[in-house]
């Protein structure tokens, strides 16, 4: 579904099932997948790469060289960048930063993530953040610049760690391990949907 007002360029790919709602703008050469919801006001980059079931709510604008990968939400007014050192008397064009926000990512209303950073599956970003670096998964990060006050589980509850570095997620009792800093949902093999960096 394409709202009239909508703007949609030539060489934009849209999966099924996606909403465009009023006054957003998809430059050619956008990938939108399935399943996606793009609210009123969005814009979107010809460089940017949207997976499936992404919610992107009001007024956020996803630039080239932004990579949200499957069921990120990204709250009204969420800001994106590509450029770490913009001078208007400069060009930078196609000198952009890329940034990738990795599966089941929340990014709270309002917050800034400045380009160039890694935020990990299932991370949460709280309103009015400020990110400057790579954000680990399943962490919860507020503040200016943000910083880790905990862990969250998939479906973004709070975990709380045991001293063995076990917790578990009050709605579905999936267990979790904390080791080193990272944390991994149990039963998830490694490459799955367990966490940043468990690639390999």
Request: glycine fraction near 18%; charged fraction near 20%.
């Given at each position: 579904?394409?709202h009239?007002?909508?703007?949609?360029?030539?060489?934009?790919?849209?999966?099924?099932?996606?909403?465009?709602?009023h006054?957003?703008?998809?430059?050619?050469?956008?990938?939108?997948?399935?399943?996606?919801?793009?609210?009123?006001?969005?814009?979107?980059?010809?460089?940017?790469?949207?997976?499936?079931?992404?919610?992107?709510?009001?007024?956020?604008?996803?630039y080239?060289?932004?990579?949200?990968?499957?069921?990120?939400?990204?709250?009204?007014?969420?800001?994106?960048?590509?450029?770490?050192?913009?001078?208007?008397?400069?060009?930078?064009?196609?000198?952009?930063?890329?940034t990738v926000?990795?599966?089941?990512?929340?990014?709270?209303?309002g917050?800034?993530?400045?380009?160039?950073?890694?935020?990990g599956?299932?991370?949460f970003?709280?309103?009015?953040?400020?990110?400057?670096?790579?954000?680990?998964?399943?962490a919860?990060?507020?503040?200016?610049p943000?910083s880790?006050?905990?862990w969250?589980?998939?479906?973004?509850?709070?975990l709380?760690?045991?001293?063995?570095?076990?917790?578990?997620?009050?709605?579905?009792?999936?267990?979790?391990r904390?080791?080193?800093?990272?944390?991994?949902?149990?039963?998830?093999?490694?490459?799955?949907?367990?966490?940043?960096?468990?690639?390999g």
């Amino acid at each position: 579904m394409i709202h009239p007002t909508a703007v949609v360029d030539p060489g934009v790919i849209i999966g099924a099932g996606t909403h465009v709602w009023h006054f957003a703008h998809l430059v050619g050469g956008a990938q939108i997948g399935e399943g996606c919801m793009i609210g009123q006001g969005c814009y979107v980059g010809g460089g940017a790469v949207i997976g499936k079931r992404v919610r992107i709510q009001n007024h956020v604008s996803v630039y080239d060289g932004v990579q949200l990968d499957d069921d990120v939400f990204c709250g009204p007014s969420v800001t994106f960048t590509n450029v770490r050192r913009p001078r208007s008397e400069f060009s930078r064009r196609g000198a952009y930063d890329t940034t990738v926000v990795r599966r089941g990512a929340t990014l709270g209303a309002g917050c800034t993530i400045v380009c160039g950073v890694v935020l990990g599956e299932y991370c949460f970003v709280g309103a009015g953040a400020v990110v400057t670096k790579d954000v680990p998964a399943h962490a919860l990060v507020v503040g200016v610049p943000a910083s880790p006050v905990g862990w969250v589980s998939r479906r973004g509850e709070p975990l709380v760690f045991d001293g063995a570095g076990r917790a578990r997620c009050p709605c579905d009792d999936d267990e979790y391990r904390l080791t080193d800093g990272v944390v991994r949902r149990v039963g998830v093999p490694p490459g799955g949907s367990g966490c940043l960096g468990d690639t390999g």
